[in-house]
């Protein structure tokens, strides 16, 4: 099993800037893909952007040009610089990782969510 852990969330004006960071707590695992999700208070979770083990990136629409997904494999970190910040941007951020161990393979992944950093864009 992999737990994760997201950090970065605070509190910025509209137009800043934060830097969300995942890690995970073991090395004992291989990648088929990692996510960052988000939800607002009262609205559902959204897809906010994914990269694969190639570093291949995809961004939801209204996201695309403001927010990089990165990762570091040494370190095993995931990372979300979130630029240009609206306020409509509040609300908690999710990191999850598709992975599998041992002698498995991704065509049938695990998942694993971590606990959510809190981003709150004030105007």
């Known amino acids: 099993q992999v737990d994760l852990v997201a950090s970065g969330g605070g509190s910025v004006e509209a137009v800043g800037s934060l830097k969300l960071s995942c890690a995970a707590s073991t090395t004992d695992w291989s990648s088929c893909g990692k996510v960052w999700y988000r939800q607002a208070l009262g609205k559902e979770r959204e897809f906010v952007s994914t990269i694969t083990t190639a570093s291949n990136t995809v961004y939801s629409d209204d996201v695309n040009g403001r927010l990089t997904i990165s990762q570091d494999y040494y370190e095993n970190m995931l990372y979300l610089q979130m630029n240009s910040l609206k306020t409509e941007e509040t609300g908690v951020y999710y990191c999850?990782?598709?992975?599998?161990?041992?002698?498995?393979?991704?065509?049938?992944?695990?998942?694993?969510w971590g606990q959510g950093t809190l981003v709150t864009v004030s105007s």
């Open positions: 999850v990782i598709l992975y599998y161990q041992g002698a498995r393979d991704c065509s049938l992944p695990s998942g694993a």
